[in-house]
């Protein structure tokens, strides 16, 4: 399958390793354009493509992986979605890990919110949780499987990230919609 990826940051990065490791091909995107991207392609290897953001959200598949306070403008500067599958990765904090406060999102879960934000998407919540130490482990630990949690209120599009994140290696627990699934 061919993914594409919002963000070229850390969790990304150790999404991407986990992507093309199960044989998938990665289109990966940033705010500052392919070029800038020559050294982390050079360094993850064959399968990973250095794309433009517009490139990476014709995928099939997308994860969004960029800060929170950046969603609404990488959201708004992305052409429409033509039902692809969105992937949340993000959390809703303000600033950079151990130094971050929690973000407001009113009466809506984080990722009912993304899906407002990009409507004609198929958006489904998951390895928000996995800190990247974990994303990059080998998803076997004593001879079990990591857990990754989904939830989605489109039920074919759930069933394809289960599928995905099977293939990855892990034990998927399904949260029900987004509205249940993030508070979970
Ligand atoms: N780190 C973790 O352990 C972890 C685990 C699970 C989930 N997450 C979530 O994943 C998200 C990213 O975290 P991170 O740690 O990977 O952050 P990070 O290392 O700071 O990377 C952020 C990435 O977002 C890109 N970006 C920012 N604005 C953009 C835009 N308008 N269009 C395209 N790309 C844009 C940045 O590209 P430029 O540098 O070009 O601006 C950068 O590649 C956060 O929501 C976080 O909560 C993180």
Redo the contacts with the bound molecule.
């Keep these: 399958m061919e993914i594409g990826i919002?963000?070229?940051?850390?969790?990304?990065?150790?999404f991407a390793k986990r992507a093309l490791k199960a044989g998938h091909n990665v289109k990966l995107?940033?705010?500052?354009?392919p070029d800038?991207l020559r050294e982390i392609v050079n360094r993850l290897g064959p399968g990973l493509m250095a794309a433009t953001?517009e490139e990476a959200a014709a995928c099939e598949i997308v994860l969004?992986?960029?800060?929170?306070d950046?969603?609404p403008?990488?959201l708004a500067?992305l052409p429409k979605w033509k039902n692809q599958i969105l992937i949340d990765?993000?959390?809703?904090?303000h600033g950079?890990?151990r130094n971050f406060t929690l973000a407001n999102v009113g009466n809506l879960s984080t990722s009912q919110l993304i899906a407002a934000l990009a409507p004609g998407a198929r958006v489904v919540k998951a390895?928000?949780?996995?800190?990247?130490?974990n994303?990059e482990a080998d998803p076997v630990v004593n001879g079990a499987r990591r857990v990754a949690f989904i939830s989605a209120d489109d039920d074919n599009a759930k069933k394809r990230v289960q599928i995905l994140l099977e293939g990855f290696g892990y034990s998927v627990i399904d949260l029900g919609n987004l509205r249940d699934g993030g508070p979970l």
Excluded: C, Y
């Design positions: 919002i963000g070229a940051g850390d969790f990304a990065q150790a995107s940033n705010s500052r354009g800038s953001k969004l992986a960029v800060p929170w950046n969603v403008e990488t500067s990765g993000t959390n809703p904090f950079k890990a390895l928000n949780n996995m800190i990247v130490p994303l």
